[in-house]
Each structure stands twice: as structure tokens, then as C-alpha cells.
């Protein structure tokens, strides 16, 4: 199940299970979306990204999907494994010339055998 | 490639010091970045500098200057270090485009007493 935290939601799945991690934004006038995994101890990794002019984009084992409307974002992982454990974060593009990237707050992802 | 390199890893500064944080990237990336993280905390924008010659505020900018010294390197200085300044320092670097992953170095682990 999901629970907030004093700090960091955390999201508490089975191995094998879909985990959907969500994420709102503030700006409707931002452009570009990315989700970044986070290891302990170690910086932000890639996972995917997507522009505001998509709706879903596909990867491996892993979907972004995009509501404008709402300006809410989720990151879809399948079949999930314990090596997805990690702190997920969502990033958007904000600002003038759209190069100031602002992390959203993040969620945990705990995944047991 | 070493992508993003910040220097030192581990620091501990008595209150009222100062120190620079290095950064240097060697993917020619025109946009750097610096951010904190707080434990168990998100991740939270400093300065950013879109290009060579401009840096800009972000959302936690208090305490701390900036400067692009060239297109490799981005410092960050902090002229009397405080206890609310204990934290992570992420430096990270991005493609000429607005629509393009961040790449982060490993972190400099700073500790004020």
C-alpha cells in the first residue's frame, strides 16, 4: 500500500506486482517531464522522459503517462523487481528558455521477494 | 567518459567557513545545474546556468553563490557555512536543448558543525 512519511512517500509492493508511482506538477507551462531512480548514496539516473506534446511513452518494463488537464504524471513499472528499489523522482522544465529543471518531491519504492 | 565529476566527495566545515564545491562535465553540455538534498528529502534546485556566461536563481538560493567559469565548470561557494547547510550537493549537466536528460555526478556529502 501507499503512506505518507515525514518525509518521502513510500510504495510497498510484491515482487512481480505493477507499481504506478504518480507525481503533480505546478506549471501548465512546463514542457518536458523526466523520471529519474535514485539508488542510495548514489545521484539521480534516467529512467524516461516525455514531451508535453505526448500523451504515454513506452519504454522497457517501464510507462510514462501524461494528464495535462490535471498536470499529473505517473511512472508505470511491470513486473516489478527487487532491484527497482530506490527513490523515484519526477523532474519538469520550467522557466525562461525552459532549462531550469525542478525535481518534484519523490517516492519510495520498496519492493519485498 | 567521466560525465560529471564534483569534488570534494566528503566535506566538514566548522560554522562561519567557507568552501567552493567543484563541478566539471566533459559532454559539452551547455546547461549545469546545482541542487541539495536533504536526508530523506527531494531534491531542490540552487542556481542553474543555461549557458555559458548566465546563471540564474532557483529555489533555494540563499547562502549561496555561483559561478561558470567556463563551459566544463560550474562552482558553487558558500561564504559562511551555517548547520542548515548539512546536506548533499548535487551537480548535474545537460545537452544544448531543452529536451534532454540531466546527467548528475555522485555528490559532495557536506556536514557544518
Known amino acids: 500500500g501507499e503512506s505518507v512519511g515525514l518525509h518521502l512517500p513510500t510504495l510497498s509492493v510484491q515482487e512481480g506486482d505493477n507499481s504506478i508511482i504518480n507525481c503533480a506538477y505546478s506549471?501548465?507551462?512546463?514542457?518536458?517531464f523526466i523520471w529519474y531512480k535514485q539508488e542510495s548514496g548514489k545521484g539521480p539516473q534516467f529512467i524516461i522522459d516525455i514531451r508535453s506534446n505526448m500523451d504515454k511513452r513506452q519504454g522497457q518494463r517501464v510507462t510514462v503517462l501524461l494528464n495535462k488537464t490535471v498536470k499529473h504524471l505517473s511512472l508505470q513499472i511491470a513486473a516489478t523487481q527487487p532491484g527497482d528499489s530506490a527513490v523515484y523522482f519526477c523532474?519538469?522544465?520550467?522557466?525562461?528558455?525552459?532549462?531550469?529543471?525542478?525535481f518534484g518531491t519523490g517516492t519510495r519504492l520498496l519492493v519485498s521477494p | 567518459n567521466a560525465g560529471v565529476t564534483q569534488t570534494p566527495k566528503f566535506q566538514v566545515l566548522k560554522t562561519g567557513q567557507s568552501m567552493t564545491l567543484q563541478c566539471a562535465q566533459d559532454?559539452?553540455?551547455?546547461?549545469m545545474y546545482w541542487y541539495r538534498q536533504d536526508p530523506g528529502m527531494g531534491l531542490r534546485l540552487i542556481y542553474y546556468s543555461a549557458s555559458e556566461g548566465t546563471t540564474d536563481k532557483g529555489e533555494v538560493p540563499n547562502g549561496y553563490n555561483v559561478s561558470r567559469l567556463n563551459k566544463r565548470e560550474f562552482s558553487l561557494r558558500l561564504e559562511s557555512a551555517a548547520p542548515s547547510q548539512t546536506s548533499v550537493y548535487f551537480c548535474?549537466?545537460?545537452?544544448?536543448?531543452?529536451?534532454?536528460?540531466?546527467?548528475f555526478g555522485q555528490g559532495t556529502r557536506l556536514t557544518v558543525v
Open positions: 548535474a549537466s545537460r545537452g544544448l536543448i531543452g529536451y534532454a536528460e540531466a546527467f
Open positions: 523532474a519538469e522544465n520550467r522557466g525562461t528558455g525552459f532549462q531550469k529543471l525542478v
Open positions: 506549471n501548465s507551462a512546463s514542457d518536458y
Open positions: 559532454m559539452n553540455h551547455n546547461s
